[in-house]
């Protein structure tokens, strides 16, 4: 299996910038084109810049009508905040390259994550809200709630303090080394991974199952995974520590590039691919098709199982396709009429056991010290209970939660965008989560082409996570597919 080193996976990859002009609209019958990609996501646009900058001709089919897939900006809201891919961290070459390449402006909003600059005392605190009540930090060391596990008495729960475990006791020499043969004798359950460590169930269910990161708990995630990711983050604070994000918002990027690659046709879904030996024809639910020597299809694990494959898969990769699971996220924008934080002397970011997850304050307008939103995101199971009542009473239950445990905030929050990955049926969930034993046996499954159909995005990174991982991926199968042409 080829993979790219460490270097490979944070080089930035460059190229001579050219001009054309976008022609997103109705598809047409036509000869083959060297290559069509599906999907208008960072992977699916970066393969389709690549591949047209050495002179093939290359389509993009996207569902959606917009391009950007999992990058979402909520553009109604003051400070563009993202229900998709949030931040463009130090370590993501390709992102920051492409960015500089077509213009795109980039702030860095380190400095202004999940941060009140009216807390009082200490600006960096996230409130602890469990059983009801805000639990001051004071209070939290002797709280009858509190079962965090010995050492850790003083520390509030969640992915901070976990986090530092994993981090502590991760046994690989290198992140990359997650994929080696060698590495599957890590790949146990991260709940196993806690109780060897001697945490309890209540200490397990409280820092991990509470707010959960990755799958729906402790239990169906590896902790191989976390091993590498957790390895791979630091990297990225390592090269340097910025989160930036688009001044446009971060779909502004996806859009610049499907710009600078022409020929994008929206509001076409992709119903099956055909492959004939010669040809393989993408035949879409409007009836329109699309031919070429070759196909990259970029679409998210769950909305490959509704596609018809003519030949079918092999039974490796359609075993992966429909069983490798993707995180559910639900993300709910709470707008300010009123700086109510200053009226109770606490951050309006909270880490809370109730429906709304965990709150962040944003503050991505052009005064940094104004906070712009809170996102509530609930993970997890608790995604899939707010999708259960719907957007509007999801909303409406969420600025109710918040209003409970902080009345200082009554009838000063307004609601201001909802987000469900899971109920989108273009996405089908957000990024993928590997339950244990699946990375050695699915990872190498989804990378593999079938006959003249290739694959990327960002379940089939191996190098790197999210928005890098998809543009890792979209430059690896180009570089597979261009070496075919």
């Known amino acids: ?179 080696e043969p060698e590495s599957a004798k890590f790949d146990g359950t991260t709940y196993d991974f806690f109780k060897k460590l001697g945490w309890s169930d209540a200490a397990i269910d409280l820092n991990y199952n509470t707010n959960v990161q990755y799958g729906t708990s402790a239990h169906d995630t590896s902790i191989l995974m976390w091993f590498f990711t957790q390895a791979w983050f630091k990297l990225q604070s390592d090269i340097e520590r910025v989160a930036f994000k688009a001044v446009v918002g971060n779909e502004g990027i996806p ?14 879904r992709v119903a099956g691919i055909r492959e004939d030996g010669k040809v393989v024809e993408v035949v879409c639910e409007s009836g329109a098709s699309f031919k070429a020597k070759q196909v990259i299809c970029s679409m998210p694990v769950p909305t490959m199982r509704w596609l018809k494959f003519d030949p079918l898969l092999p039974p490796a990769k359609s075993k992966a396709i429909r069983t490798v699971p993707v995180m559910k996220i639900t993300k709910v924008v709470m707008v300010p009429t009123a700086p109510f934080w200053r009226e109770d002397g606490m951050s309006p970011a909270m880490w809370t056991d109730t429906d709304m997850g965990e709150v962040r304050a944003l503050r991505e307008g052009e005064d940094p010290n104004k906070v712009t939103c809170l996102m509530a995101w609930a993970r997890g199971y608790l995604a899939d209970k707010l999708d259960t009542i719907g957007e509007q009473e999801a909303m409406a239950h969420v600025i109710a939660e918040y209003e409970k445990l902080r009345p200082a905030a009554k009838g000063k929050l307004k609601p201001g965008g909802f987000k469900s990955w899971q109920n989108d049926p273009f996405a089908g969930g957000d990024w993928v989560v590997w339950k244990p034993g699946q990375i050695h046996e699915c990872l190498p499954a989804l990378r593999e082409p079938a006959g003249r159909i290739h694959f990327c995005g960002e379940h089939t990174a191996v190098s790197n996570r999210g928005m890098e991982g998809a543009m890792e991926s979209g430059e690896r199968v180009a570089l597979e597919v261009m070496a075919l042409l």
Do not use: C
């Open 1 to 179: 299996m080829n993979r790219l080193s460490r270097r490979g996976a944070l080089a930035v990859t460059t190229a001579a910038a050219g001009t054309s002009a976008a022609i997103i609209g109705r598809a047409r019958a036509a000869d083959p084109v060297d290559v069509v990609v599906i999907g208008a996501g960072l992977s699916g646009l970066n393969a389709a810049l690549l591949i047209k900058d050495q002179g093939f001709k290359v389509t993009v089919v996207e569902g959606r009508k917009r391009v950007g897939g999992r990058m979402n900006t909520l553009r109604t809201v003051e400070g563009n905040p993202e229900m998709g891919g949030d931040s463009i961290l130090g370590g993501y070459g390709r992102m920051q390259d492409i960015a500089r390449r077509l213009n795109v402006e980039l702030v860095n909003h380190e400095g202004r994550r999940d941060l009140s600059p009216d807390a009082q005392k200490d600006p960096t605190t996230v409130e602890l809200a469990l059983g009801g009540k805000v639990i001051k930090k004071a209070d939290w060391p002797t709280h009858p709630l509190n079962v965090m596990p010995e050492g850790g008495k003083d520390r509030f729960p969640g992915r901070a303090f976990f986090q530092a475990q994993i981090d502590k006791h991760n046994p690989l020499k290198a992140f990359e080394d997650w994929i």
């Open 255 to 268: 859009e610049a590039m499907a710009k600078e690659v022409g020929d994008v046709h929206t509001g076409q």
